[in-house]
């Protein structure tokens, strides 16, 4: 495959409850050219056959021979990932069918590193819109609840994680994504939002 436009890193476990709605969301994308790098962490349900059921030539599934938790799991699809930009996905989120298209076309038009969007919350079938506030300073911004510290909804230009050495702190079970954000914030970093 030569370079896609956006690499996606996702790490599964035990989702099969979600993965199919997560995957279809991604593989219909009106724009087509990404890889999807799935890294499965000793799942013991069905997540891995519900994946394997697709049969798309842009998934890479990696199932690991033992539980390396999530941070190990998206460094790694860092290392192998040939996209221009990131995008992270959960395996129980869904994006719109435009998601990548339109963060792609305002990173590529504001040459951006990191491009955020509003996203959903569904919360037992109650469906509300968060809006992301971005005023020019990230950090800021992350903490005083204007822009959401998870990855989900931002893209990240690759070269700007690669040139910082970034990766995401092993020792962390909660609030990796915000940690990562904001060293990627401590880059020269443009963020419009959409």
Same mark, same amino acid.
């Given at each position: 495959m030569n370079q896609p436009l956006i690499s996606v890193i996702m790490s599964t476990y035990n989702d099969? =409850?979600?993965? +199919?709605?997560?995957?279809?969301?991604?593989?219909?994308?009106? =724009?087509?050219?990404? +890889? &999807?790098?799935i890294y499965d962490d000793c799942s013991s349900d069905?997540?891995?056959?519900?994946?394997r059921a697709f049969q798309d030539s842009r998934i890479q599934l990696i199932c690991n021979e033992e539980n390396c938790g999530l941070t190990k799991n998206l460094n790694k699809g860092l290392r192998i990932a040939k996209g221009k930009y990131?995008?992270?996905i959960d395996s129980d989120d869904w994006i719109e069918q435009d998601c990548f298209e339109k963060l792609f076309l305002i990173a590529e038009d504001k040459n951006a590193d990191i491009v955020i969007s509003d996203f959903y919350v569904n919360s037992k079938n109650n469906v509300k819109i968060v809006r992301q506030r971005y005023t020019g300073n990230l950090i800021e911004d992350l903490f005083t609840g204007r822009v959401f510290g998870g990855l989900c909804h931002k893209l990240v230009k690759k070269a700007a994680i690669d040139n910082a050495s970034i990766a995401f702190n092993h020792? &962390?079970?909660?609030?990796?994504? &915000?940690?990562f954000l904001c060293a990627v914030s401590y880059t020269h970093l443009t963020l419009p939002t959409t």
């Open positions: 099969e =409850l979600y993965i +199919e709605e997560s995957l279809q969301s991604i593989l219909n994308q009106t =724009l087509a050219d990404f +890889e &999807l790098i069905h997540t891995v056959e519900k994946i990131i995008q992270f020792q &962390l079970n909660f609030c990796e994504d &915000l940690c």
